[in-house]
Structure formats: C-alpha cells, structure tokens
C-alpha cells in the first residue's frame, strides 16, 4: 500500500466553491472554507482501516464563509503590477473571513474514509466483506460444484 503524509505544516485550507458559476465569488457563491493550522498533520493511506483513509490532525480548525469581495476588486492590480514572488505570496495570504461558523481548538482530527455495506435479508445492513485480494472471479460454468460456492453480492 502506498502511503503519504506530511507533518509540521503551518496550514492547511480547503475552499468549496458556493455555485458552479466560477465567475460567482462573492454573496452567496463564496461557498465555506476549512482551515487546519497549527501543528498540521496530513496522512493519506496511513490506517488500514478504509474509514480513516485520509486524516488531518490539528491545533485549530476553522469552518468559515470566506470573503472574496477583497480578491475581485485587487485583481486588475495585480495584473497591471509587476509579478513578483513577494507580490503574490503576500496577496495570497490576505485571507478574509466574511463569517465563522464553527472553531475548534485543541487536538482535532478530521478524516475521510468509505464503507462499504449491504442490505440483508431481514431488512439489516452488514458492513462485512471478504477483501478485495481474496476474491477469485471464476465462471460459472467452469466451477463443479456451484452450490457450495459463497455468494458475497
């Protein structure tokens, strides 16, 4: 299994677009923002188990409605003006937060993951499932005995 993960990272920010109008950046196309900083752990593929596949640990976490308005009106000045690194860096850290929504503090863990599940007969749902690398697909015309096969939908 392959792996990755990143520690000692300031911050980590994950914006989520409000429409699907790329153009749309402010009002109610600002969308929400999510910020881990302090101490930022970021492990991909780290756990076996497929429900912490990607995991964020952090100091601080932010969910917040950014405030673009400020990006919009700068942009024909960064255009006009020469593109230096200072520029650019110094533009994209003049993040604003039009309203917070939720801050926690503390060790704080976010993780994505899948699961898989099936419905059963009595009308229960079982997560249980032979791995993928124990799985031999076979025709069914060439298995003798059929019957004693174990059938895992």
């Keep these: 299994m392959s792996d990755f993960a990143v520690k000692g990272l300031q911050a980590i ?19 929400l923002i999510m910020i881990w900083r302090n101490g930022v752990q970021w492990n991909i593929g780290q ?16 969910l917040a409605i950014p405030d673009f308005s400020h990006y919009a009106r700068a942009a024909p000045d960064m255009a006009v003006a020469e593109a230096s690194e200072h520029a650019i860096t110094s ?3 003049e993040l604003k937060l039009k309203k917070v929504v939720m801050k926690l503090s503390g060790k704080v863990r976010w993780q ?3 699961v898989f599940e099936r419905d059963l007969e009595n009308g229960k749902r079982s997560f249980d499932f032979i ?8 025709n069914p015309v060439h298995i003798r005995n059929l019957g004693s096969q174990v059938s895992q939908d």
Excluded: S
Aim: glycine residues 10%.
């Design 131 to 138: 791995p993928h690398y124990d799985v031999t697909l076979q």
């Design 47 to 62: 756990d076996p188990d497929p429900r912490a596949f990607m995991t964020v640990d952090a100091g601080d976490f932010v």
């Design 91 to 93: 533009f994209q850290h």
């Design 13 to 31: 920010a994950k914006e989520k677009a409000g429409t699907r109008d790329p153009y749309v950046v402010i009002d109610h196309g600002a969308g």
């Design 112 to 114: 994505v993951g899948m």
